[in-house]
C-alpha cells in the first residue's frame, strides 16, 4: 500500500517547476487542452515507476525517456530533469522520499534505504499499468480478439500463458510437417515395392506368391511367413563382380530412367512452378522479405531471452516483459510474412520428394552402369546425382530455397548435357548382350525385393515415430488450451462480474440488467456485452463512443481490481472520461468512492464540467485539485497561484532575484485574469485563436466588477437596505482607488511592454508593480474566504455578487416598482 504525500516536479516535459500537494487523497487536474495536465501524469508516473506510457508502444518509434522526457529547453541537461515525491506507507506505517532523475531513470534516489520500502516501490515500478490514458481504453474494447487477449493478458501478467500456446503450435506445425512428409516417403517406397514385385497390395500371401517360385528356382526353402523381420533373399550368396547382369531387369531400369526424362517439361512439375512464384513474390515485396528476416530473427532472439537487457542489440528494456512484449508484437507483425514462407517451404517439400524419386531412379542406373563398367557414363551419373542431392539439401532451408531462383526457371532436375545420348547408347549395348540365364534373373529379382522391402519398413518406422510425435505434440498444445482456457474462463467470470457491477453502477437508472461476457479460446478473447436485454453483442455493435469509454475504464477498473487487489493503492487516469456521457459522470464519482475506498486516483481532465462535479461529489475538494489556466514554452503551466503567491514573491524580492519573481506574478496574473473574466461575465472582444491575455481580460473583469458593484448599491438603495450600500460603495471606492493605483504602474504593465521584461527590472522598480496588481485583485475577493466573487447566474442578468462561504452576498435584483 502506497499514498502520494506531494510531488515536486522540474524542467520535465513541459513543466519548469511545480509543487503538487496530493495530501495522500484522489487528486483532480483540470485545464484545456495543451495546458500541461498531462505532463503532471507523466512525471508522477515517471517518478513511481521509471516509464512513460506516452514514449512507448505503438506509434513511437524515435522517441524515449533520454531525449524528450526533460523540458524542450533542457534536452541537453538531463540532470536538470527529475521528480521528487513525498509517499506514505500506511501497512508499513513509515514514509519517504523518492526522486528520480531523468539522466538515471533506473536508479531512483529513496530516503530512508529502508529494506521493506524499496520492496514496495519495485513492486510499484513494475506496474507501469497503473496509468491509464484516454489512447489506451478502446484497445481492449474495438480490437481483435486475438489483440484483446494480449492486452489483457498484459496487465493481468499472464502473457506467458499465450507464449507458451504459440510455441507448443508451432512445434505441433513442425511436427505434423514431418509426418505428411514421412507419409509420402512411405508411400513412394511402397510403391516402388509393388512395382518390382508386380503386386497391387503388400499382403503377406501375395508376397510370398510373388517371391517364392523365384526362391524354389535357386534351390532356397520358401518361405512359410512374411513378417517385419523377413530378408526375402535369405540364404542367397552375394553375387560375385563377374556374374552377368540381368539384362530384362537392366532394361526395365533404364526405360524407368529414359520415361522419367522424357516426362520432364521446361518449368518441370507444379511444386517447381509454385516454388517459383513464391520467390518471384517475395523478390517484388522488398518489405514482405525484410519481415521475414525479421521474423527468424526475432524468433531466435525470443529463445535467447532471459531479462531486460535485448539478446540481439543489447538495448537495455525496463523488464524483461516489455521486451517480450515488443518482440511477440514485431512476430505478429510478420504474420502474413510468416503464411509466405510456410507456403514456400511446403512446395520446397513437395520438390524435394520429386527429387529424390529421380534420384532413385539415378541410383538403380549407377548400380547398372557399376556392374558393367560402364566407367564415362558411370561418371556422368555421379555428378548428376550430386547435383541433385546438393539441390535436396537446399530445398531444407528458407534462405537457400530463395536463391534457386535461376535453377527454377532453367529447370530444377538439370540434367547433364548429352546425357540421353549417353543413356540411350548405354541402353542400346545391354540390350546387345546376350540373354542371361533364368536363375540369374532370380538372383537379381531376390536382392532388389528385399532391398525395396527393406526401404520400405525403414520408412514404415521412421512414418510411425513421426505419428507418434504428432500425436503427443498435438495432444500437448490440446491439453495445455484446454487447461488455460479452464483457468481463464475462471478468471475471466471474475473480471467480467466485477466489470458488469462496475458498468450498472456507472449507468445507474439506465441499463441495471447488464452483463458481459469474456470468453477464452485459442489465443483469443471475445467480448460481448448485453444492450437492454436484446441479447448479447460486440461493444461496437451498438452501444455509444461515450458507453464504449466508459466500459473501457469499467473493464481497466476490473482487471486491476483483479491483478492488485489490495495493493491497487495509486492510479493515475488521463483524460479517460472525456467522452463518458455527462449524466454518468456524478456515478463515475460514486464509483471509484464506493468500489475503491482504498486507491488514490490522480484524475487529469480537461472538462471543467467534469472537474467541477468532482468536487461536488466529494471525490475530490479544492485542496486536492487543481486547475491549469494555459501554458507556454517559457512557463509551463499557468497554474492557480496558492495562497503565498505574494509572500513567495516577496520573499524572492527580498534576495533581489526579480528574474524568479517576475514569472511566479506573471503566472498568477494570467490565471487569475481568465478566472475573473468568466466568473464575472465580463464582456471580452471574441477572438477566433481563443488567444486571451492579461492584457485584454484583466481590464474588461475590473470594468464588469465596477459595473456590477454599482448594480449592487442601487438595488441596496431600491431596497432601503444602508448595509448594504455602504459595503458596495465602499468595495467601489477601493477598486477606484486600486485602479488608480496600477493606473501609475500602467508604464510596466501595459501589454506593449513584454511581460519578459519584468525581470530586468531592479526590486525598487519592480516592487510597486506587484503591490499595484495585489490591491487591484484583492478588491474582486472575499475579505472573510479570501475566495474570489462570482455572479450569479452566470448567463442572462445578474442576480447577486457573492462568494463560496457567502459572507459576502451583494443582492443585485432593484426591487419592483
Given at each position: 500500500m502506497i499514498k502520494i504525500l506531494s510531488a515536486h516536479i522540474e524542467e520535465f516535459r513541459g513543466i519548469r517547476k511545480l509543487d503538487i500537494d496530493l495530501d495522500g487523497k484522489t487528486f483532480a487536474v483540470s485545464g484545456p487542452n495543451g495546458s500541461g495536465k498531462s505532463g503532471v501524469?507523466?512525471?508522477?508516473?515517471?517518478?513511481?515507476?521509471?516509464?512513460?506510457?506516452?514514449?512507448?508502444?505503438?506509434?513511437?518509434?524515435?522517441?524515449?525517456?533520454g531525449d524528450h522526457a526533460p523540458h524542450v529547453d533542457r534536452i541537453n541537461f538531463p540532470d536538470a530533469a527529475f521528480v521528487e515525491l513525498e509517499l506514505t506507507f500506511p501497512t508499513l506505517g513509515k514514509s519517504a522520499k523518492l526522486t528520480r532523475s531523468v539522466s538515471a531513470p533506473k536508479k531512483p534516489k529513496i530516503e530512508p534505504n529502508d529494506a521493506a520500502i524499496v520492496e514496495v516501490l519495485q513492486d510499484v515500478a513494475s506496474h507501469p499499468e497503473i496509468t491509464l490514458a484516454r489512447r489506451e481504453i478502446l484497445k481492449f474494447i474495438l480490437v481483435e480478439p486475438t489483440e484483446r487477449s494480449k492486452e489483457i493478458q498484459a496487465i493481468l501478467k499472464i502473457d506467458d500463458l499465450g507464449q507458451t500456446r504459440s510455441v507448443l503450435n508451432t512445434a505441433f506445425g513442425?511436427?505434423?510437417?514431418?509426418?505428411?512428409?514421412?507419409?509420402?516417403?512411405?508411400?513412394?517406397?511402397?510403391?516402388?515395392?509393388?512395382?518390382?514385385?508386380?503386386?497391387?497390395?503388400?499382403?503377406?500371401?501375395?508376397?510370398?506368391?510373388a517371391v517364392n517360385p523365384?526362391?524354389?528356382?535357386?534351390?532356397?526353402?520358401?518361405?512359410?511367413?512374411?513378417?517385419?523381420?523377413?530378408?526375402?533373399?535369405?540364404?542367397?550368396?552375394?553375387?560375385?563382380?563377374?556374374?552377368?547382369?540381368?539384362?530384362?531387369?537392366?532394361?526395365?531400369?533404364?526405360?524407368?530412367?529414359?520415361?522419367?526424362?522424357?516426362?520432364?517439361?521446361?518449368?518441370?512439375?507444379?511444386?517447381?512452378?509454385?516454388?517459383?512464384?513464391?520467390?518471384?513474390?517475395?523478390?517484388?515485396?522488398?518489405?514482405?522479405?525484410?519481415?521475414?528476416?525479421?521474423?527468424?530473427?526475432?524468433?531466435?532472439?525470443?529463445?535467447?531471452?532471459?531479462?531486460?537487457?535485448?539478446?540481439?542489440?543489447?538495448?537495455?528494456?525496463?523488464?524483461?516483459?516489455?521486451?517480450?512484449?515488443?518482440?511477440?508484437?514485431?512476430?505478429?507483425k510478420s504474420k502474413t510474412a510468416g503464411e509466405v514462407q510456410q507456403n514456400l517451404m511446403d512446395d520446397a517439400g513437395a520438390l524435394s520428394s520429386e527429387v529424390a524419386n529421380l534420384k532413385a531412379l539415378l541410383l538403380e542406373a549407377h548400380r547398372i552402369a557399376k556392374a558393367e563398367k560402364a566407367a564415362d557414363f558411370l561418371a556422368q551419373i555421379e555428378a548428376w546425382g550430386k547435383d541433385l542431392a546438393s539441390l535436396q539439401e537446399?530445398?531444407?532451408?528458407?534462405?537457400?530455397?530463395?536463391?534457386?531462383?535461376?535453377?527454377?526457371?532453367?529447370?530444377?532436375?538439370?540434367?547433364?548435357?548429352?546425357?540421353?545420348?549417353?543413356?540411350s547408347e548405354f541402353t542400346e549395348a545391354v540390350r546387345a548382350k546376350p540373354d542371361q540365364t533364368a536363375t540369374v534373373e532370380a538372383q537379381s529379382f531376390l536382392i532388389n525385393a528385399d532391398q525395396r522391402f527393406h526401404d520400405y519398413r525403414e520408412a514404415r518406422k521412421v512414418e510411425t515415430d513421426a505419428k507418434k510425435a504428432r500425436e503427443a505434440s498435438e495432444v500437448a498444445y490440446e491439453a495445455w488450451c484446454s487447461a488455460m482456457e479452464t483457468e481463464l474462463d475462471a478468471l475471466y467470470d471474475a473480471v467480467e462480474d466485477d466489470f458488469s457491477k462496475f458498468y450498472r453502477v456507472l449507468n445507474d437508472g439506465?441499463?441495471?440488467?447488464?452483463v458481459a461476457r469474456l470468453k477464452a479460446t485459442e489465443g483469443r478473447l471475445d467480448f460481448d456485452v448485453n444492450f437492454y436485454e436484446r441479447g448479447l453483442f460486440p461493444p461496437g455493435a451498438f452501444h455509444s463512443e461515450g458507453h464504449q469509454d466508459g466500459m473501457g475504464v469499467c473493464l481497466y477498473l476490473a482487471l486491476m481490481k483483479r491483478l492488485l487487489g489490495d495493493g491497487f493503492s495509486v492510479a493515475l487516469l488521463d483524460d479517460v472520461v472525456m467522452s463518458v456521457d455527462a449524466d454518468h459522470r456524478y456515478q463515475f464519482c460514486k464509483l471509484l468512492m464506493s468500489e475503491f475506498p482504498d486507491t488514490q486516483f490522480v484524475i487529469a481532465t480537461h472538462d471543467k464540467v467534469w472537474a467541477e462535479q468532482m468536487r461536488s461529489a466529494k471525490l475530490v475538494t479544492r485542496k486536492t485539485s487543481i486547475a491549469f489556466d494555459s501554458w507556454s514554452v517559457e512557463t509551463g503551466p499557468v497554474v492557480e497561484a496558492n495562497p503565498d503567491v505574494w509572500a513567495d514573491i516577496e520573499a524572492e524580492l527580498a534576495k533581489d532575484r526579480?528574474?524568479?519573481?517576475?514569472?511566479?506574478?506573471?503566472?498568477?496574473?494570467?490565471?487569475?485574469?481568465?478566472?475573473?473574466?468568466?466568473?464575472l461575465a465580463a464582456q471580452t472582444g471574441f477572438r477566433a485563436d481563443n488567444n486571451y491575455d492579461m492584457g485584454s481580460l484583466l481590464p474588461s473583469a475590473m470594468f464588469r466588477l465596477k459595473e456590477l458593484l454599482g448594480k449592487a448599491a442601487d438595488a441596496a438603495q431600491s431596497w432601503n437596505n444602508g448595509s448594504q450600500k455602504t459595503d458596495a460603495l465602499a468595495r467601489k471606492q477601493k477598486l477606484k482607488e486600486a485602479s488608480t493605483h496600477k493606473g501609475e504602474e500602467d508604464w510596466a504593465i501595459n501589454?506593449?511592454?513584454?511581460?519578459?521584461?519584468?525581470?530586468?527590472?531592479?526590486?525598487?522598480?519592480?516592487?510597486?508593480?506587484?503591490?499595484?496588481?495585489?490591491?487591484?485583485?484583492?478588491?474582486?475577493?472575499?475579505?472573510?474566504?479570501?475566495?474570489?466573487?462570482?455572479?450569479?447566474?452566470?448567463?442572462?442578468?445578474?442576480?447577486?455578487?457573492?462568494?463560496?462561504?457567502?459572507?459576502?452576498?451583494?443582492?443585485?435584483?432593484?426591487?419592483?416598482?
Open positions: 501524469i507523466d512525471a508522477i508516473e515517471f517518478g513511481l515507476t521509471g516509464q512513460i506510457g506516452r514514449l512507448t508502444g505503438r506509434g513511437t518509434k524515435g522517441l524515449s525517456i513442425k511436427l505434423n510437417r514431418a509426418a505428411t512428409a514421412a507419409e509420402k516417403d512411405t508411400k513412394n517406397k511402397r510403391n516402388t515395392l509393388l512395382q518390382h514385385l508386380g503386386l497391387s497390395s503388400l499382403s503377406a500371401s501375395d508376397v510370398m506368391g523365384n526362391r524354389q528356382l535357386l534351390g532356397l526353402p520358401v518361405l512359410d511367413e512374411v513378417t517385419a523381420e523377413t530378408k526375402l533373399d535369405q540364404g542367397l550368396a552375394e553375387p560375385s563382380s563377374e556374374q552377368p547382369l540381368n539384362t530384362a531387369a537392366a532394361l526395365i531400369e533404364l526405360t524407368k530412367l529414359k520415361d522419367a526424362i522424357d516426362g520432364l517439361p521446361t518449368l518441370e512439375t507444379p511444386a517447381a512452378t509454385r516454388l517459383l512464384d513464391h520467390i518471384k513474390k517475395l523478390e517484388n515485396d522488398p518489405q514482405l522479405l525484410i519481415a521475414l528476416h525479421q521474423r527468424a530473427l526475432v524468433a531466435q532472439g525470443l529463445k535467447l531471452v532471459d531479462g531486460p537487457e535485448c539478446p540481439m542489440c543489447d538495448h537495455e528494456w525496463p523488464d524483461e516483459a516489455h521486451l517480450l512484449a515488443h518482440l511477440h508484437a514485431k512476430q505478429e537446399k530445398l531444407k532451408q528458407f534462405s537457400d530455397v530463395l536463391a534457386l531462383k535461376d535453377r527454377l526457371e532453367a529447370g530444377w532436375p538439370g540434367m547433364p548435357r548429352g546425357f540421353e545420348v549417353a543413356l439506465d441499463e441495471q440488467k447488464f526579480v528574474e524568479v519573481a517576475a514569472p511566479i506574478l506573471r503566472r498568477h496574473m494570467e490565471f487569475v485574469s481568465r478566472l475573473l473574466a468568466d466568473q501589454r506593449a511592454v513584454h511581460f519578459n521584461d519584468w525581470a530586468n527590472f531592479t526590486a525598487n522598480d519592480f516592487a510597486p508593480v506587484v503591490k499595484a496588481l495585489q490591491d487591484l485583485l484583492d478588491c474582486a475577493k472575499c475579505p472573510e474566504c479570501q475566495g474570489w466573487l462570482y455572479v450569479t447566474p452566470r448567463h442572462g442578468p445578474p442576480e447577486a455578487l457573492r462568494c463560496s462561504c457567502s459572507s459576502t452576498n451583494l443582492n443585485l435584483k432593484r426591487k419592483p416598482k
